[in-house]
């Protein structure tokens, strides 16, 4: 457990940045491309989102460092310790999942944009923005928010690919080692913690849709 708890906390740090700027990248995305339909941004926006969907974690790692660490040499190639050093790792894990909130984001907005209370918002005289962000955004986030429980644990736990990628000292790098050296009580380990926090993650969602939707009532 000793093991766990040193690499669980880098696993963590880059989960949070890669969720973050996943959720940054694709809410924004999908935004513009619901506003937008069936424009050039909305076309552009879909079109980078089925490419980070497209292009797994274990080809977009080594694009990155060839383009942005040996080519432009802006970002370090691999390690860990630094902000420098987070970079990249977290595009690589970020861009995928960002392309997913994207496409889920999109067609929600869609949905909502037609219903009867956005109308009301706009005959209110309510300003576009407010419209959007408050209104029509809040309930747009609740198909979003359901993927954010398995995609946290996921991020969260470690992604052996993009840390054996970037030599980052991670859970997964970790949880690899353990298979390949027959640890058992170390995979076990490993697999009952993504476990609790793929249940934790996913009750903190439920608990989050009374906050994005006030019809729903916990009692």
Known sequence: MTSLADHL????????????LALCIGVSLGIVSALK?????DYMAMGLAIFGISVPSIVLGPLLILVFAIALKWLPVAGWGTPAQMVLPALALG????????????????????????RTARAKGLIERTVMVRHALKNAFIPVATILGPMF???VTGTFIVEQIFAIPGMGRYFVTSITNRDYPVVMGTILLYAM?????????????????????YS
């Open 9 to 20: 906390p880098v696993s963590a740090q880059l989960g949070l940045v890669a969720l973050l």
């Open 37 to 41: 339909q069936n424009t050039i941004w």
């Open 95 to 118: 861009l995928n999942q960002s392309a997913v909130i994207a496409r889920l984001t999109r067609a929600s907005m869609l949905q909502v944009v037609r219903e009867d209370y956005i």
């Open 153 to 155: 644990a996921f991020l």
């Open 197 to 217: 926090i793929l249940v934790l993650a996913n009750l903190a969602v439920d608990i989050s849709y009374a906050f994005l939707d006030p019809r729903i009532r």
